[in-house]
């Protein structure tokens, strides 16, 4: 840890986490499953993020935590993500509403939309986050999500903080946030690409 880093930043306590769980992946003999309470706890702490966002942002946090508190449930039942997607797919519910292979799936493209709202804020000055966050949305989910949500989703980028404020809110300067975003999205690109194997390798498609 670096001596500039204000200790126990939230960002810093999320990227701590997705590079354990990086380091776990990449470490892991071959075969090895990973234990979905692990990667539940580096999901969960990522909803810090969300009370820095305001109101409106309000309904994506319930969905958010509603969809990784299933995941939390499952994992007392089926341990890995391994064995979960393998009771989905034996059963034929891979898809279904409410499914856990449904909600691994929406949970991942969560990690996958700050992955690129961070790679969007570190490409940009911008004092307005609006077009940051809209082109990452437009890119990674809006193309699953309903015409409904999506309308919400736009009307409420308009709410959202100045790129300060944000910074305030987090506890960061430019400076350290830039570099602890960079770090979230070097350990979230295995993470994320592990999980679409799991799925291509059980034949489950990536476009929902
Ligand atoms: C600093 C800039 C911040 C920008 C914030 C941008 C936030 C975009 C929020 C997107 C909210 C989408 C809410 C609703 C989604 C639902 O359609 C699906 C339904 O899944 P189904 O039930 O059909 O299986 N739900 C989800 O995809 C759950 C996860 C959504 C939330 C991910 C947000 C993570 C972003 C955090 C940003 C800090």
Not at 17 to 30: M, N, R, T
Not at 43 to 65: D, N, Q, W
Request: proline share 3%.
């Amino acid at each position: 840890m670096e001596q500039s880093d204000p200790a126990g930043s939230p960002l810093s306590t999320i990227v701590e986490a997705f590079e354990d769980l990086a380091k776990l992946l990449k470490g892991s003999k071959k075969q090895e499953a990973l234990r979905l309470d692990t990667f539940c706890h580096a999901c969960s702490l990522v909803s810090v993020l969300f009370s820095c966002l305001g109101l409106a942002f309000k309904f994506a946090e319930f969905e958010y935590i509603s969809k990784l508190h299933g995941l939390v449930e499952a994992s007392k039942t089926y341990g890995t993500v391994q064995n979960m997607l393998d009771r989905d797919v034996a059963n034929g519910t891979v898809k279904t509403p409410g499914s856990h292979t449904r909600n691994l799936r929406r949970v991942r493209q969560g990690l996958d939309l700050i992955r690129a709202i961070f790679e969007n804020f570190c490409s940009t000055d911008d004092y307005s986050l609006k077009d940051v966050a809209s082109t990452a949305y437009a890119k990674v989910c809006a193309p699953y999500h309903t015409w409904a949500v999506r309308t919400a989703v736009y009307a409420g980028m308009y709410t959202l903080p100045s790129r300060d404020q944000l910074l305030l809110r987090l506890n960061e300067t430019g400076k350290s946030a830039e570099k602890k975003m960079k770090r979230y999205i070097d350990a979230s690109i295995p993470v994320i690409q592990y999980i679409d194997k799991l799925y291509l390798s059980r034949k489950i498609s990536l476009d929902w």
